[in-house]
């Protein structure tokens, strides 16, 4: 078993004679780690060694890489062969897919959704909520290559379908919508709903309803039961925000 | 050198002292499985424990991780650090490159190729001879986030080119050809051609046609021989579909 | 340590534990090796066993796989879980990111940087200090599926951002640049700006400026500092062509 002297484990976790766990871990109760992860990987930068912090009742999933210098709150999943890089501040029950590369500095807040192949730059900012979809990027050098940051802001409940790219800066607001494959090159409003290549802003996102179910954006009803109870009250709070932010689009 | 016990392995198997084998593996004659591989990964929903049946000659390359659950016709090829789920049900010869992401519950006839970085949603229905490239997205939801599974069907001999992404529940008809970077939108009928983001149909494929090597599309006569001579009949059926359905397009 | 015997391995070279090493492996000095790497991977078709030959003052990064019959010039950098295949010819501190797929028969210059996620496919020709973001695809079958190979030609300098895909045979000249999710269906000149999809050339790179900071692109004045010093005189190279032939656009 690679687990180093100095790390602290919780009660009652399940690691993979294979995985290899660092000396600056912090692992919470009831955590599961599977085969072929790494935890605690030093930082690329030269940082004093920080640790890694992660909550209880986690589940790393295989072959992920998890660096230090990240904070993750209860309930973190992640997918297998995930890369989550070191400076990550996390709510609870972050939820990353398979093959994922959040590239560190980054934040997110509670009940995040990540599927899988998601690219996070440094420097994006993501809410509580939030639902991102396969291949979408966020992107942060407004002039590539420049070494300049300006990240991305997904603000509460937002959605992001797949193989959407947010260029630097942009900010998505509270319950926005970006469709499948659409190159977000302006901000959208709370509750917009934004698509195409180029991207245009084309109305409230109570457009998008489902005939045959008779389902209808925002998804904070129609979708809440696929959340944990307790964050009930917080889906009420920002569906009343969309809500009232459609009516001026 | 880490097979469980009930595992049950074919005769002259290769497998490598890393690759994690757990007890509910059928695995064929003459297949190879590389380092760091982890086959029969339980099923992340409450299941009985199911098997993972693998045919003969099945080549599984390292990092790759097979669920639970999933049935894979002889001489599949898994590329490297791939991810296939549970509730697969594969015919002969699957070829799944590096990097995809196969969510499960999905389906797919003989001789179907994915290339790198694909990724296939739950539902999705695949038939023969199929071929689809890098950074395709078959999606399944048609009011993301909402817990509702509308899957896509790609029949016979379709092709998908890289980067494109499959809207819930549209259909690629026998031999359609779906160009790069495309947003289907619409079915595709057999036979069609269909191309950009918004996407459009914009013919038969025998529009599609290479001037130096005066190599035209449907596909089937000139690439026919990149397949084991056991397919060729397979492939001049669908051949006669499609050169009829494009007739009419 | 699984490191095979005729592995020749230069001085203070970091090796992990689970790294594995074939025999036809020639690492450099002062090389990092990390955890569930494997170096010297057999090719898939039928070569006599080739070399994989690393410079002095490599790192590569977890969960990543290198074929034999490649060689990467000094200072090489792979991120984690990326795969270089058989057949690759790279100058000077070549960076590739994480979850790279590499095909193999691909040339690079020197100082050349992929973030996470490039595909690039066999045939592609790429020169010296160019960068390619996420998710870019260099295709290289003009007909999929066909079997033919026309490869991409990607020039000193050059740009591709995120999502784009070049179709094949295409040809970015001396400093082009790409923006993110263009579909590249023609060939730029030197100098050019590149973008949508469809694509279109719309001027020379010049036009792309950052108000705020009062950069412009070509990028090699402004980020000229991002490289080790003895790339400079290339660089003051590579800005002369490009500065000359923006006049022409």
């Known amino acids: 078993l690679s687990i180093a002297k100095g790390a602290r484990i919780g009660a009652r976790c399940q690691i993979a004679a294979t995985a290899i766990i660092y000396d600056n871990v912090i692992l919470g109760d009831d955590c599961i780690v599977e085969d072929f992860v790494v935890l605690g990987h030093a930082a690329r930068r030269a940082l004093n060694r920080d640790h890694l912090s992660i909550g209880n009742g986690a589940i790393i999933r295989s072959h992920s890489v998890l660096y230090e210098g990240s904070t993750f709150g209860r309930s973190l999943q992640v997918g297998h062969g995930s890369l989550l890089r070191e400076g990550i501040e996390a709510g609870v029950n972050l939820q990353v897919g398979s093959m994922n590369a959040l590239e560190g500095d980054a934040s997110f807040g509670d009940w995040v959704r990540l599927h899988s192949n ?26 590539p290559p420049s070494g300049m940051c300006v990240g991305v802001t997904i603000e509460d ?10 260029l630097p800066g942009k900010t998505l607001g509270t319950g926005a919508f970006v469709g499948a494959m659409s190159r977000v090159s302006a901000d959208v409003p709370a509750g917009g709903l934004y698509i195409g290549n180029p991207g245009k802003l084309i109305g409230p996102v109570t457009k998008l309803r489902h005939l045959e179910s008779d389902k209808q954006h925002p998804w904070y009803n129609h979708h809440r039961d696929a959340y944990p109870v307790e964050a009930h009250a917080r889906i009420a709070e920002i569906a009343a925000i969309v809500e009232e932010a459609c009516k001026n689009l």
């Open 118 to 143: 998601v690219h996070i730059s440094k420097g994006t900012k993501i809410g509580d909520l939030v639902w991102i979809f396969p291949y979408v990027v966020t992107t942060n050098d407004p002039l």
């Open 157 to 166: 409940g937002a959605v992001v379908c797949t193989s959407s790219v947010i």
